[in-house]
């Protein structure tokens, strides 16, 4: 029942409660014993419908359950546990806003595995894969921080995208999964280092409006590549990025 106090300029709305409902049904009941057939009929209908509506919730709560764990396997990398390239794609993309809205820097880490076909090659497929797992894990061990992301990026290659950091910073972390993967001791008779290694690019900048966000993953592919030509186990920086970003601004209003 609604009622609108005028002096008040409310509406007013008056209601029974279930239990009041079926309380007044069974006083009915009791008064009128034609009507006791239709009140059970009634309360068999309140009944069902109440367990009908807990079933579907029921169903629902573990089809969200369902999709979620669909969703996290489509962005988790199989053998390693860590993020996939798609899922590290999104997080890079989504800091990297973040970075240009903060005016804030931002690194990327590409790590790769020396010699890894001869690793391969030589012990076999189970073996290559542990040692994936043992350079995943140590990677994201020097990932310290609630927003750093380690990913792998495909085959035997991972990233490590550390928001808020400068190069000082990316260096340092950079180093730290070098050595820890040598303290690994993993035999590697292929490699002249005689243990399995990385080879780490590391790649910074303070992003402005209209930067290219690829600008960044290209300077830290192309200082990987510099580590590598140098002999590889090493750490090397791409220092150009802020020009190499200058050149990719786009001029407002385009």
Known sequence: MSR???????????????????????????SDPSSILHSAIALLLCL???????????????????EEQLENRALTDDLTGLPNRRAARESYEMEWKQAVRTWSPISVLYVDADFFKGYNDAYGHAEADDLLRIIAS??????????????????????????ETDLAGA?????????????RSVVHELSSFGIATVSIGVATIVPSRGSRSE???????????????AGRNLVRCEEEIEAVAAADLVPAGN
Not at 173 to 181: L, S, T
């Open 215 to 229: 600008a960044l993953l290209q300077a830290a592919d192309r200082a990987l590549a510099e580590a590598k030509a």
């Open 48 to 66: 069902a419908v109440v367990t009908l509506f807990l079933m579907l919730r029921q169903e629902t709560k573990a089809r969200m359950r369902l």
């Open 138 to 163: 140590t990677v994201k061990s020097q990932m310290r921080r609630p927003r750093d992301v380690a990913a792998r990026y495909g085959g035997e290659e991972f990233i490590g995208i550390l928001p």
């Open 4 to 30: 609108f106090l005028k002096e008040y300029h409310l509406h007013a709305m008056v209601g029974l409660t279930v239990l009041t409902v079926l309380a007044i049904c069974l006083r009915i009941s009791s």
């Open 171 to 183: 260096m340092a972390v950079a180093e730290r999964i070098r050595e820890a993967v040598m303290e």
